[in-house]
């Protein structure tokens, strides 16, 4: 099989793939897989990008032994003292001359393997301990880019262009691209460590790259554009400060939506698209559209079902919210005890009389939670020990019922900077969120979470009305977090992510020292509470915005 038909066989795949028909494109790739460098990319990115949506160990484990053999299989077409063992690093003239145009393919094959499975292990821990201990492998990926990135910047020049070239550049608009954007999120501290072995990323060369690649006609465009969309739809969202680019994600999605109108990969991001934009009404009826598009790939409907729960939630439809948490609940395994967690604190947003239709019991629900807690790599998953420590109200004889516990969530994941878009729903929290702040004030004997709970209301507060364009009584919500500091018993992660939104606010009214100042206490003065990492990456993305730290160049 020569490199025009694996290419052209690779391109029908993709196709398959794209209208939902998963197993077809996988039985199309596989008789191949071991003797072809396109057809063992294609095969392991397809079971690779499916345990990334599961999550399940399981799909993971396949997903990492399918990229090994995929590695070989690439490996038997380099060069055979590779470009990159070569003890000088830099590509001369000679060497691109000397390299055909198999060999320059499996460069970037085996480098593309490589950050697969990179990504797969990043995908495992959000703690990043596996993303630096395989940094080393990371390094040789990163190299290889580079260097296929100089070789395209030596035969730039060359007539002789032809359809595999083009491929080839989409391969390095990828990787270069990916890679640049990703190294570009993380933290200082991690960048530190990594920068040691090598490693910058400079997020606007990134996203250059992959526009170059996406708005191409090789194979890797949808790869460019998915990289893009994930990086606009939800890596901004939950690692960002919440401004997502939804102009460029839509024209981005645009001419998919027109070529495969049921792929219910491009109807799920559509939908995610409209819930960015605060069109929850519509973003349901796509949900229900992109579950009906196939049934095979039932973890597509897992991730429909945590974005319409959402979407109720943002509405308060707690019936509506409740019957996909449990869905979520009994069908998937990506993370039980958020599940259980979620379905419990929706739960408590019911009346008695539709608690009891439900036929649920609250307290053992909130009760089963640690026992589903899951260890990835030795570490346990953030907001799963964060769901455990708030459950725990529960376990005790006489259980202390949670505040607004499925709000508190919503803010972990960042919600208030999507349901913020609409201002009718946001009053409606708002509502929700001082009834209970009375009800707590009135009590007449407060428990040992009183303060930690009133605190807790506070940010809620605080980031409704910042949302309603009420600035100042926003500021002050945020501030009395603050000055409780001394009197929070539990919730320690409340101060820092409150200095971190508080930095937000002067951002939002131009006030840049200040922003600069509150966002940095929270970086440097706290350490060990919950979500920490997801903290430090947001408050990354908010310097970065404030153009703190100095970019660094590839």
């Known amino acids: 099989m020569d490199l025009k038909c694996a290419l052209e066989e690779c391109s029908m795949a993709l196709n398959l793939f794209l209208n939902n028909k998963f197993s077809e494109a996988l039985e199309l790739l596989r008789p191949w897989s071991k003797d072809s460098m396109y057809h063992a990319l294609g095969y392991s990115t397809i079971l690779v990008m499916q345990a990334a949506m599961t999550f399940e160990q399981q799909d993971i484990q396949v997903g990492i032994s399918t990229m090994k053999e995929a590695l070989q299989t690439c490996q038997r077409f380099r060069k055979r003292s590779t470009v990159v063992e070569s003890l000088s690093n830099l590509v001369s003239k000679q060497t691109v001359d000397q390299l055909s145009e198999e060999e320059m393919h499996a460069e970037i094959c085996y480098a593309e393997c490589l950050l697969q499975k990179a990504a797969l292990t990043f995908v495992q821990d959000e703690n990043m301990i596996n993303f630096i201990k395989g940094g080393l492998k990371i390094r040789t990926s990163y190299q290889i880019y580079k260097e296929c990135h100089q070789v395209l910047q030596m035969t730039q020049g060359n007539k002789s262009k032809n359809e595999t070239y083009y491929q080839f550049e989409g391969g390095v608009n990828l990787g270069i691209g990916a890679f640049n954007l990703m190294l570009s999120l993380l933290p200082g501290r991690i960048l530190r460590l990594l920068e040691f072995i090598g490693f910058s990323g400079n997020r606007e060369l990134g996203l250059c790259q992959l526009r170059e690649g996406a708005s191409g006609s090789s194979l890797r465009a949808i790869l460019c554009t998915f990289t893009l969309l994930v990086y606009h739809t939800y890596v901004s969202l939950i690692l960002g400060t919440g401004e ?77 919210a409740y019957r996909y948490a449990d869905l979520l609940s009994k069908e998937s395994r990506w993370s039980k005890a958020i599940y259980v967690f979620q379905k419990a604190a929706i739960l408590c947003m019911l009346s008695e009389d539709d608690l009891k239709r439900t036929g649920e019991d609250v307290v053992s629900l909130f009760r089963q939670v640690d026992g589903l807690k899951q260890r990835i790599a030795g570490k346990s998953i953030p907001t799963e020990k964060f769901a455990v420590r708030k459950a725990r109200r529960y376990a005790c004889p006489q259980p202390v019922k949670l505040i607004l516990p499925v709000l508190e969530m919503m803010y972990v994941w960042n919600g208030f900077a999507i349901v913020g878009k609409r201002a009718d729903l946001t009053e409606n929290l708002l509502v929700t969120i001082e009834k209970e702040e009375t ?15 009133a605190c807790m209301l506070q940010l809620l507060k605080g980031l409704c009305l910042k949302h309603l364009g009420r600035l100042m009584q926003a500021e002050l919500c945020f501030s009395k977090v603050i000055q409780s500091e001394k009197q929070i018993k539990y919730d320690s992660y409340l101060v820092p992510f409150t200095l971190y939104e508080l930095g937000l606010l002067y951002k939002q009214q131009d006030e840049r020292e200040k922003a600069i100042r509150y966002i940095e206490t929270a970086k440097n003065n706290y350490k060990e509470y919950s979500m920490e990492s997801r903290l430090h990456f947001r408050i990354h993305a908010a310097l970065d915005s404030l153009k703190v730290s100095p970019a660094s160049t590839p």
Request: hydrophobic letters at 40%.
């Open 439 to 453: 009800a707590l004030q009135n009590e007449t004997n407060h428990n040992e979470y009183y303060v930690d709970d």
């Open 244 to 320: 997502a680019n939804l102009q460029e994600a839509d024209s981005l999605l645009e001419p998919y939506l027109q070529k495969f109108p049921n792929g219910s990969i491009i109807l799920f991001y559509a939908a995610r698209i409209d819930i960015l934009k605060g069109n929850f009404e519509k973003a349901q009826l796509r949900f229900q559209d992109c579950i009906a598009a196939q049934q095979e790939w039932k973890q597509i409907h897992h991730l429909c079902y945590w974005e319409l729960m959402w979407c109720y939630t943002f509405q308060q439809d707690w019936l509506q």
